[in-house]
């Protein structure tokens, strides 16, 4: 009977395990279907994309997730980067199972927002690679800013414009009051997490603009359209 | 003379426009109306995002406001991504069983880019003879170890990221590989139908019913059970198919057989095609008879293919394949409106029949116009509310010439697609 209790026990948790678990391994179509109890039979359940479910699409919605290929090309366009590096390569590579199979908005979940922090880090290191190379008045997003300095020297006013200029490219528009708020404490915090030394250290510089970018290039507005 | 300088002037411009480097305008409002509308518009030709301050926002703009809206649509399909990104996301799923974006390029979705991008009657797609190859440092490029025995040129050219709107160069004449380093002409050539692609995903193994059921799912839009008819002939359903599953007649009466009398009706034009071994895809014409493996291929004596006639004793009365004739069975009142059958659509023989058929028929016009309307405005078309305006716009397709360019540029301006 202790046994019986024991080995309940140990297969109870295991099934929910197994039931909630892991999902994101299955094919979203198939999950769905599943869930609902119709046919997941590909080859005769009629949709024309078949286990890629495209309900954002069947809604009417007039947004679209980025998929993975998608995702790398916009990320490539909006920060006027032609040439993918090897490290953004390696990292698509990486990260291409968790990035979207589609376009439909019910794809965006945990891994694929990982996914695409981990490949936008990658886009923004070779962007500010390119633009700290270059004269501040030849820069296209960073000109106010100051890489051969620390943190420190990061005023307000200066990461206000970058913010503006990734904006603008990267979203489409104007960032609003909320989202200035939230990326300039975003700063201090950095900051202030900083042991003083360090604050002047230029490398402090580079990761926090690496840091507000792939913060930016990997929100869901810069991955719909 | 001067007409000439500005038509190079304009062209100049845009194609500098698309490629221009982006600089933020840091003072700069959000976008008006007609500007938000081009970058929209831009966006699902390209499938990819664009800056705010892109020239080309306001070039689009401009033309919008002028009541020229497939003008500003015709600047966005000349953006490489138009070719790189959505006229291949739109292929990739029709070349596989899947119908996964995941899926690797193959010489099926060059065919369909180039065809795209060289203006070409899209019927080619199911009727050329051609396909279309890229080049590079690091792609393996051998016609026989790279492109016909394996996907290694394309897995090279999406590897090495090759612009696939300037890098395909289309070539006359499939061939087919005979040995490690002979190939010959393909006896019966169909498009992106006959390519490595779409025949390793639908002629490996099975019995070639495959081929019937995906032509139609990609290029029809029409699953199986949407043309199934139990009320047409069984004179052509194989051998290999039970007559009284569990028993049962009537089941086969009401339900296998509206699937198999079209569907086997078709499979004949696929009798002499196989893909296996090392050869890959195979043609009873040209390949030596064997065990299917090397550069073999299983026939019988007739030269059609082992796979057609398998399974010979489940219902011995069945049809019996012996050429690769194929009728369409597809012609009672049901199916014959909705495909819209032209020409000589009753029968034929070989792919390249199977080819003409399908892509003469009114349905392939309107699949068409139904893809290009969900790949670039992102939403479904429901077919029932909007019967007649698929009518309409595979019309209009046709009477482009079936250029597909044209049909992604006009169909991202309908009101239906901006609303």
Redesign the interface.
Known sequence: MKKYIKLMLLIIPLGGVVVMGFNNCARYGELENASTGSSSL???????????S?DS??L?I???L?????TL??MM??T?LTT?SAAT?TEYTAR?GSLA???DLNMANGPLMLGSTSLAGEVCNSLVAQESAAAAAAR??FGSINFAAGIASVDNASYA?AI???A???????ENASELAMLTAFKQEMSDALAAANRTAAASTRSLVVGTCAAMLSSLD?LT? | MKFIFIITLVTASAFISVHA??????T????TAAQSNA?KLY??IT???????SPLISQMANLIQQGNSLGAAKLATQDP?FY??TV??MAL?LST??????SPLTDFVAGFIGVTRDDRDARELLTGNFYYRGSGANVRSDIVADILNSNNHYDDLERT?ADLSTNLVRVEGQVLSTSATTTVANPDPAGVLTSRGFMGAHALMGTNR?LV?YTF?EFM?V????WADTGASDLRIGRDIDRFPSGDHTKFLTSCKGCHTVQDGFRGAFAKWDFSGTGGLKNSAVHTRGDGGGFTIAADTRGVVNKMNKNNTVFPSGYVMIDSSFVNNAIRPANAALFGWRGNALSGTGVKDFGTVVSNSSRFSQCMA??VF?TVC???LDETKSRDALIKWGTEFEASGYKLKSLFESMSVKPECLN
């Open positions: 590909a080859s005769t359940s009629g949709g024309p994309s078949g286990g890629d495209i699409q069947s009417g007039p947004f679209a980025l998929s993975a290929e998608q090309a916009s366009k909006v006027n993918a390569l291409y199979a589609g376009n296209n997003f414009l503006r200029g990734m603008r490219s990267f979203w489409g528009r104007n810069a359209y | 480097q982006v600089k933020p305008d840091m700069a409002g959000d976008l970058k966006e699902r499938g990819t995002k664009l800056p705010a301050d991504n790189n990104i291949k996301l799923p069983r899947e119908e996964s974006l995941k990221r495959r059921e799912r839009c699953p199986l059970n949407m139904k893809r969900e992102r939403k479904i």
